[in-house]
């Protein structure tokens, strides 16, 4: 480049040359410099345009290939770092045409890194994705949140060696440091405590699998869909559209209630009231209509509905745990006179709908109650409702004078 530099000068006669000395510059650096930032921004718009584009034609050949189809979506921010390097090195040969120190050279190599553990994330980032998908694809159980805690482990663990490439360029020696962080390290330890316990609590929540991003948790403080499990905080999305941000601690040392762990099977429980009566038998064949209704309707849950789950292979022979409670089937079904109460009979009802989803479950329900009133209304018996009787005492009659 100096060799280049030397040729433009000697070309360019000695009346320009005193011209451009006075802004510290010879022609030969400028035409030099402004040619190498020209290639910096053709280099940047190859890469965003006409290259970017031929790559995706030919990915675009091979989308039923799944590698090549998520490598078609990422293929952008894969190479956006690689260009950022391209054009930075350029920018700095230009810059160093004039201005050669050490802080310069030392604020590029931080770039250089910067860039290289930016696409070795995206990189890393790209497999999990390869990873996620092949999993989805085949129905396996894909767990994002543990796709986010590797992403963000990743993430800690870059910035870490970047960091320390950083300190050894400018010159701190990493022994003595890493020796001194000693008595430094426990005090930083001490003040850090309760971000390094709800790491811990989030590799514990992961570990156990108390939930899952995307399902229906409920804690004695919020209720709500796991959006986003971090490394030291849970955010969840509450019924009423708000964001809450819940650390891993409160979470790993509390009891929560997961809704979304239910296979088949969402209750349907309520007491039917019917007025005092004599006639047990008229009793006993409506609770035994209302006890077939149920047993027929194609959304409420009986034996035969869920026997095919007994069928499938989902632990070992041996019966290490029951199968209905770990994977949350329920078909209890329960039609009786319940109870005696201060002015009705009531007889309890008890069933499961097939969904477990709430929408479908309040129609399932609607549906149930409607068919019962029509059996009572069918039936001699009549449904119960509180009253009051207020008995007025008629005055004695008295005699006047």
């Not at 543990?146 to 300190?167: D, G, K, S």
């Not at 850090?192 to 939930?211: H, P």
């Not at 789950?309 to 009786?336: A, H, P």
């Not at 989803?357 to 129609?363: A, G, T």
């Amino acid at each position: 480049m100096k060799h280049l530099i030397q040729i433009i000068d000697n070309s360019i006669p000695e009346g320009v040359l005193r011209y451009t000395a006075m802004i510290h510059a010879t022609p030969g650096e400028l035409i030099v410099a402004s040619g190498i930032l020209l290639l910096a921004f053709f280099v940047s718009y190859f890469f965003r345009g006409p290259l970017l584009r031929m790559m995706k034609r030919l990915l675009y050949r091979r989308r039923r290939e799944e590698f090549y189809r998520l490598l078609f979506k990422r293929l952008e921010k894969l190479g956006r770092p690689i260009r950022l390097l391209i054009v930075f090195y350029l920018l700095q040969q230009a810059i160093e045409i004039f201005v050669v120190t050490e802080t310069v050279k030392t604020f590029f190599y931080f770039l250089y890194w910067l860039f290289f553990f930016w696409f070795l994330y995206e990189v890393i980032k790209f497999l999990l994705y390869v990873t996620l998908s092949a999993k989805i694809r085949k129905q396996r159980m894909a767990r994002m949140e543990l796709f986010n805690l590797f992403l963000n482990i990743t993430r800690v663990i870059l910035a870490f060696l970047l960091l320390l490439l950083i300190l050894s360029r400018v010159g701190i020696n990493l022994t003595a440091l890493i020796t001194s962080l000693g008595i430094g390290g426990a005090i930083i330890g001490l003040g850090a405590k309760d971000t390094l316990t709800n790491f811990l609590d989030s590799i514990r929540l992961v570990s156990e699998d108390a939930f899952r991003q995307g399902e229906w948790i409920e804690t004695s403080e919020v209720e709500g869909f796991v959006t986003e499990m971090g490394l030291t905080s849970t955010k969840i999305r509450t019924f009423d559209n708000a964001l809450v941000t819940v650390p891993n601690t409160i979470l790993a040392n509390t009891y929560v209630k997961n809704w979304t762990r239910r296979m088949v099977g969402r209750r349907i429980k309520f007491h039917l009231k019917i007025k005092y009566t004599e006639n047990l038998r008229e009793m006993e064949r409506v609770i035994y209509e209302i006890y077939e209704m149920l047993h027929a309707h194609p959304d409420i849950v009986n034996e035969n509905k869920v026997r095919y789950f007994q069928k499938m292979k989902l632990t070992y022979d041996s019966g290490l745990f029951n199968l209905e409670d770990k994977y949350g089937v329920r078909r209890t079904l329960l039609v009786y006179l319940d109870e005696i109460g201060n002015y009705s009979m009531n007889i309890l009802i008890y069933c499961f709908s097939v969904s477990v989803n709430w929408e479908e479950w309040l129609r399932v329900k609607q549906d149930v109650i409607r068919r019962i009133l029509e059996i009572v209304d069918e039936s001699e018996l009549e449904l119960a409702y509180p009253k009051q009787e207020i008995l007025l005492e008629e005055p004695n009659n008295r005699t006047t004078e």
